[in-house]
Protein backbone atom coordinates (compact mmCIF):
# COMPACT_ATOMS: atom_id res chain seq x y z
CA UNK A 1 0.00 0.00 0.00
CA UNK A 2 1.55 3.37 -1.41
CA UNK A 3 2.38 5.49 2.07
CA UNK A 4 3.09 8.78 -0.47
CA UNK A 5 -1.10 9.60 -0.06
CA UNK A 6 0.14 10.89 3.58
CA UNK A 7 2.04 13.55 1.82
CA UNK A 8 -0.87 14.19 -0.89
CA UNK A 9 -2.00 17.74 0.94
CA UNK A 10 1.70 18.17 2.66
CA UNK A 11 2.48 22.13 1.82
CA UNK A 12 1.32 24.54 4.48
CA UNK A 13 2.40 27.92 5.73
CA UNK A 14 0.59 29.18 9.32
CA UNK A 15 1.66 31.97 10.62
CA UNK A 16 0.55 32.99 14.05
CA UNK A 17 2.99 35.58 15.28
CA UNK A 18 6.64 36.93 15.18
CA UNK A 19 7.09 34.67 17.70
CA UNK A 20 6.16 31.69 16.68
CA UNK A 21 5.39 30.77 12.91
CA UNK A 22 3.35 27.55 14.57
CA UNK A 23 3.46 25.29 11.88
CA UNK A 24 4.20 22.16 13.50
CA UNK A 25 0.93 21.17 14.91
CA UNK A 26 -0.82 22.42 11.93
CA UNK A 27 1.52 19.64 9.62
CA UNK A 28 0.70 17.24 12.36
CA UNK A 29 -2.61 18.00 11.67
CA UNK A 30 -2.89 17.26 8.55
CA UNK A 31 -0.93 13.93 9.05
CA UNK A 32 -3.12 12.52 11.41
CA UNK A 33 -6.18 13.83 9.01
CA UNK A 34 -5.13 11.97 5.98
CA UNK A 35 -4.17 8.53 8.19
CA UNK A 36 -7.61 8.49 9.61
CA UNK A 37 -9.71 9.65 6.45
CA UNK A 38 -7.44 8.04 3.52
CA UNK A 39 -6.15 4.77 5.21
CA UNK A 40 -8.49 4.14 8.41
CA UNK A 41 -5.75 4.10 10.41
CA UNK A 42 -5.83 5.37 14.18
CA UNK A 43 -2.96 6.87 16.72
CA UNK A 44 -2.58 5.55 20.41
CA UNK A 45 -0.01 7.87 21.96
CA UNK A 46 2.10 7.12 24.89
CA UNK A 47 4.38 9.80 26.97
CA UNK A 48 7.13 9.03 29.33
CA UNK A 49 7.59 5.43 29.30
CA UNK A 50 10.40 3.56 30.09
CA UNK A 51 11.99 2.05 26.53
CA UNK A 52 11.54 -1.49 28.15
CA UNK A 53 8.34 -1.54 28.78
CA UNK A 54 6.70 0.05 26.07
CA UNK A 55 8.47 -2.33 23.68
CA UNK A 56 6.98 -4.72 25.52
CA UNK A 57 3.33 -3.36 25.32
CA UNK A 58 3.47 -2.71 21.82
CA UNK A 59 6.11 -4.15 19.83
CA UNK A 60 6.52 -7.53 21.14
CA UNK A 61 2.58 -6.83 20.39
CA UNK A 62 3.13 -7.13 16.80
CA UNK A 63 2.31 -3.32 16.74
CA UNK A 64 5.15 -0.62 15.14
CA UNK A 65 5.97 2.39 17.74
CA UNK A 66 6.98 5.63 16.30
CA UNK A 67 9.95 6.46 18.91
CA UNK A 68 11.68 10.20 18.86
CA UNK A 69 15.25 10.33 18.97
CA UNK A 70 18.21 13.46 18.18
CA UNK A 71 19.87 11.55 14.68
CA UNK A 72 23.30 12.92 16.31
CA UNK A 73 22.81 9.84 19.27
CA UNK A 74 20.71 7.23 16.87
CA UNK A 75 23.66 5.62 15.12
CA UNK A 76 22.13 4.29 11.75
CA UNK A 77 21.90 7.97 11.05
CA UNK A 78 24.14 10.05 8.38
CA UNK A 79 24.22 12.68 10.93
CA UNK A 80 25.38 10.62 14.17
CA UNK A 81 27.80 12.19 15.66
CA UNK A 82 27.81 15.46 13.60
CA UNK A 83 24.41 17.22 14.23
CA UNK A 84 21.22 17.45 15.91
CA UNK A 85 18.43 16.44 14.27
CA UNK A 86 14.96 15.75 16.26
CA UNK A 87 12.64 13.57 14.47
CA UNK A 88 10.74 10.39 14.98
CA UNK A 89 11.88 6.61 13.92
CA UNK A 90 10.28 3.39 13.67
CA UNK A 91 10.90 -0.01 15.49
CA UNK A 92 8.65 -2.85 13.59
CA UNK A 93 9.92 -6.12 15.45
CA UNK A 94 11.75 -7.18 18.55
CA UNK A 95 14.15 -9.78 19.50
CA UNK A 96 13.63 -10.60 23.37
CA UNK A 97 16.33 -12.94 22.81
CA UNK A 98 19.32 -10.89 21.37
CA UNK A 99 17.70 -7.94 22.24
CA UNK A 100 18.11 -6.11 18.81
CA UNK A 101 14.99 -4.79 17.02
CA UNK A 102 14.33 -3.67 13.11
CA UNK A 103 14.82 -0.07 12.82
CA UNK A 104 12.54 1.73 9.73
CA UNK A 105 13.40 5.58 9.06
CA UNK A 106 12.51 8.09 6.90
CA UNK A 107 14.73 10.92 5.95
CA UNK A 108 16.91 9.62 4.86
CA UNK A 109 15.10 5.79 4.04
CA UNK A 110 16.95 3.48 6.27
CA UNK A 111 16.10 0.17 7.38
CA UNK A 112 18.42 -2.43 9.85
CA UNK A 113 18.70 -4.45 12.92
CA UNK A 114 19.93 -2.50 16.41
CA UNK A 115 20.79 -3.49 19.72
CA UNK A 116 18.55 -2.49 22.33
CA UNK A 117 20.97 -0.02 24.27
CA UNK A 118 22.01 1.59 20.42
CA UNK A 119 17.66 2.39 20.06
CA UNK A 120 17.42 3.57 23.62
CA UNK A 121 20.48 5.93 22.94
CA UNK A 122 18.37 7.17 20.78
CA UNK A 123 15.36 7.81 22.16
CA UNK A 124 16.86 9.49 25.57
CA UNK A 125 18.58 11.46 23.52
CA UNK A 126 15.30 13.66 22.32
CA UNK A 127 13.47 16.08 24.58
CA UNK A 128 10.25 14.24 23.93
CA UNK A 129 8.89 11.25 25.44
CA UNK A 130 5.60 10.85 23.25
CA UNK A 131 5.76 7.85 21.26
CA UNK A 132 3.19 6.29 19.23
CA UNK A 133 1.36 3.45 17.43
CA UNK A 134 -0.91 3.21 14.76
CA UNK A 135 -3.53 0.77 14.20
CA UNK A 136 -3.76 -1.76 10.84
CA UNK A 137 -5.13 0.18 7.81
CA UNK A 138 -8.62 -0.45 7.36
CA UNK A 139 -8.92 1.13 3.83
CA UNK A 140 -6.39 1.97 0.90
CA UNK A 141 -6.50 5.52 -1.12
CA UNK A 142 -6.44 5.44 -4.74
CA UNK A 143 -5.57 7.73 -7.41
CA UNK A 144 -9.35 8.89 -7.78
CA UNK A 145 -7.96 11.07 -4.51
CA UNK A 146 -5.71 13.41 -6.58
CA UNK A 147 -7.46 16.25 -7.58
CA UNK A 148 -9.18 16.62 -4.14
CA UNK A 149 -5.93 16.56 -2.53
CA UNK A 150 -3.65 18.85 -4.29
CA UNK A 151 -6.64 21.10 -4.88
CA UNK A 152 -6.37 21.88 -1.13
CA UNK A 153 -2.57 22.10 -1.21
CA UNK A 154 -3.89 25.02 -3.94
CA UNK A 155 -6.55 26.33 -1.91
CA UNK A 156 -4.17 26.48 1.35
CA UNK A 157 -1.87 28.52 -0.42
CA UNK A 158 -3.80 30.92 -2.38
CA UNK A 159 -7.36 31.53 0.47
CA UNK A 160 -8.08 34.93 0.36
CA UNK A 161 -10.23 34.32 3.39
CA UNK A 162 -7.56 34.06 5.93
CA UNK A 163 -4.26 36.47 6.82
CA UNK A 164 -2.78 33.72 8.16
CA UNK A 165 -2.42 30.66 5.78
CA UNK A 166 -0.24 29.92 2.79
CA UNK A 167 0.85 33.47 0.69
CA UNK A 168 -0.38 35.98 3.03
CA UNK A 169 0.91 34.37 5.78
CA UNK A 170 4.11 34.83 4.37
CA UNK A 171 3.41 38.38 3.51
CA UNK A 172 2.33 39.13 6.90
CA UNK A 173 5.48 37.45 8.12
CA UNK A 174 7.75 39.71 5.69
CA UNK A 175 5.79 42.61 7.11
CA UNK A 176 5.93 41.82 10.46
CA UNK A 177 10.21 40.96 9.97
CA UNK A 178 10.02 45.18 8.89
CA UNK A 179 8.22 46.38 11.33
CA UNK A 180 9.59 44.39 14.46
CA UNK A 181 11.84 46.32 17.14
CA UNK A 182 13.96 43.22 18.16
CA UNK A 183 13.56 39.80 17.36
CA UNK A 184 16.18 37.75 20.27
CA UNK A 185 17.98 34.63 20.44
CA UNK A 186 14.59 33.34 22.26
CA UNK A 187 12.70 34.02 18.98
CA UNK A 188 15.76 32.71 16.50
CA UNK A 189 15.42 29.37 18.82
CA UNK A 190 11.49 28.68 18.22
CA UNK A 191 11.99 30.14 14.18
CA UNK A 192 15.18 27.35 13.44
CA UNK A 193 12.56 24.21 14.56
CA UNK A 194 9.34 25.65 13.20
CA UNK A 195 11.29 25.70 10.04
CA UNK A 196 12.24 22.74 9.67
CA UNK A 197 8.77 21.86 9.72
CA UNK A 198 7.95 23.68 6.64
CA UNK A 199 10.71 22.64 4.62
CA UNK A 200 9.83 18.44 5.57
CA UNK A 201 5.84 19.12 4.30
CA UNK A 202 7.86 20.80 0.81
CA UNK A 203 10.22 17.54 0.44
CA UNK A 204 6.77 15.30 1.37
CA UNK A 205 4.76 17.22 -1.08
CA UNK A 206 7.68 16.83 -4.24
CA UNK A 207 7.86 13.23 -2.85
CA UNK A 208 4.31 12.89 -3.48
CA UNK A 209 4.56 14.01 -7.23
CA UNK A 210 7.35 11.97 -8.05
CA UNK A 211 4.98 9.35 -6.77
CA UNK A 212 1.82 10.24 -9.22
CA UNK A 213 4.81 10.60 -11.79
CA UNK A 214 6.37 7.52 -12.06
CA UNK A 215 3.40 5.32 -11.11
CA UNK A 216 2.52 3.54 -14.16
CA UNK A 217 -0.85 2.70 -12.66
CA UNK A 218 -1.36 6.65 -12.48
CA UNK A 219 -3.39 8.96 -14.45
CA UNK A 220 -0.42 11.14 -14.34
CA UNK A 221 2.01 9.38 -15.61
CA UNK A 222 5.22 11.14 -16.54
CA UNK A 223 2.72 14.16 -17.19
CA UNK A 224 3.83 16.67 -14.16
CA UNK A 225 5.57 19.19 -15.98
CA UNK A 226 9.59 19.28 -15.14
CA UNK A 227 8.54 22.65 -14.53
CA UNK A 228 6.70 21.66 -11.53
CA UNK A 229 8.91 19.84 -10.15
CA UNK A 230 11.72 22.38 -10.13
CA UNK A 231 10.23 24.76 -8.69
CA UNK A 232 9.59 22.75 -5.37
CA UNK A 233 12.65 21.82 -5.60
CA UNK A 234 13.68 25.88 -5.90
CA UNK A 235 11.23 26.00 -3.31
CA UNK A 236 12.56 23.53 -0.94
CA UNK A 237 16.20 25.07 -1.59
CA UNK A 238 14.96 29.11 -0.68
CA UNK A 239 13.45 27.83 2.52
CA UNK A 240 16.79 25.90 3.34
CA UNK A 241 18.74 28.54 3.22
CA UNK A 242 16.83 30.93 4.95
CA UNK A 243 16.66 28.46 7.82
CA UNK A 244 20.43 27.79 7.62
CA UNK A 245 21.11 32.08 7.81
CA UNK A 246 18.64 31.71 10.90
CA UNK A 247 21.38 29.27 12.18
CA UNK A 248 24.42 31.55 11.58
CA UNK A 249 22.24 34.38 13.67
CA UNK A 250 21.66 32.30 16.54
CA UNK A 251 25.69 31.37 16.84
CA UNK A 252 26.78 34.68 16.04
CA UNK A 253 26.75 37.72 18.08
CA UNK A 254 25.68 40.11 14.62
CA UNK A 255 22.49 42.13 15.18
CA UNK A 256 19.71 40.77 12.77
CA UNK A 257 19.18 42.53 9.68
CA UNK A 258 15.31 42.41 9.55
CA UNK A 259 15.86 44.03 5.95
CA UNK A 260 17.80 41.24 4.99
CA UNK A 261 15.49 38.53 6.38
CA UNK A 262 12.10 40.49 4.81
CA UNK A 263 14.12 40.20 1.39
CA UNK A 264 14.68 36.36 1.32
CA UNK A 265 10.91 35.62 2.70
CA UNK A 266 10.15 38.32 -0.13
CA UNK A 267 12.01 36.01 -2.73
CA UNK A 268 10.07 32.73 -1.20
CA UNK A 269 6.74 34.58 -1.85
CA UNK A 270 7.20 34.57 -5.20
CA UNK A 271 8.20 31.31 -5.68
CA UNK A 272 5.38 30.17 -4.04
CA UNK A 273 2.80 32.67 -6.07
CA UNK A 274 4.60 30.81 -9.42
CA UNK A 275 4.24 27.21 -7.55
CA UNK A 276 0.86 28.27 -7.14
CA UNK A 277 -0.11 28.91 -10.74
CA UNK A 278 2.15 26.21 -12.17
CA UNK A 279 0.12 23.56 -10.11
CA UNK A 280 -3.37 24.90 -10.84
CA UNK A 281 -2.57 24.84 -14.51
CA UNK A 282 -1.11 20.99 -14.20
CA UNK A 283 -3.75 19.72 -12.60
CA UNK A 284 -6.52 21.70 -13.73
CA UNK A 285 -7.66 22.87 -11.01
CA UNK A 286 -10.98 25.12 -11.06
Not at 81 to 106: A, C, E
Not at 157 to 186: M, P, W, Y
Not at 200 to 209: K, V, Y
Not at 230 to 249: A, H, T
Request: one cysteine or more.
Amino acid sequence: MPYQWIFSDSWGFHYSSIERLGNSSELRRLFQKNLEDLYGVFETGYRDYELSSLIELTVVQEQWLFIPANAICAKWHPYFNKKNYTHRFLLTQYNSTNTSGSVIDFIPEYNGEHSYEEIEAAYLSSNSRECFTLSKPTQAPGFYLTENQVKSVYLRLTNQHTQSHGINGLVRFQNDLLEAEQIGKEILNHWWGDLLFVINARESFLEFMWFLNRNTESPYYSLIQPSLLDIIERIINEWVIFRNSIMKLRISERAVDHQQLAEKIGQIIQLESFFAKELKACFAIT
